[in-house]
């Protein structure tokens, strides 16, 4: 490989490098202890690839400077977030309400009808 091809390469290795860094996970592993906010466990070394950052609003839009919407789970512990997200009845990352429950029936629907009749008259 001649020197021009390597410096080629080199000079976008530190392109890649900058827009990594500019990038919220970096911006949050700079900010944050390597600990997983839910279980405690601590990241290192290859491992840090495990630890991942979650978006408490679920917006992943929502990317202030100071880190205020974001906190590091550990990849098993950020999974069990979404999850209970989406029990709850919300969407992933969407502006979208919960579904409404299902209509079955109310038993009370005619009790003010029924209440009425049984007043005495003033």
Request: hydrophobic share 30%; proline share 6%.
């Amino acid at each position: 490989m001649d020197a021009k091809r390597r410096e080629e390469i080199f000079a976008k290795q530190r392109r890649d490098a900058e827009i990594r860094a500019k990038g919220y996970r970096e911006r949050a592993l700079a900010l944050f202890p390597h600990v997983c906010a839910s279980c405690g466990r601590e990241f290192s070394g290859k491992r840090l690839k495990e630890l991942t950052v979650h978006h408490k609003d679920h917006n992943h839009q929502n990317n202030p400077n100071d880190g205020s919407n974001w906190e590091l789970l550990c990849i098993y512990c950020h999974d069990h977030e979404h999850e209970k997200y989406k029990s709850a009845g919300y969407s992933t990352g969407q502006s979208e309400a919960p579904p409404l429950p299902s209509k079955i029936g109310n038993p009370f629907a005619a009790l003010d009808d029924l209440l009425k009749d049984k007043k005495p008259d003033a």
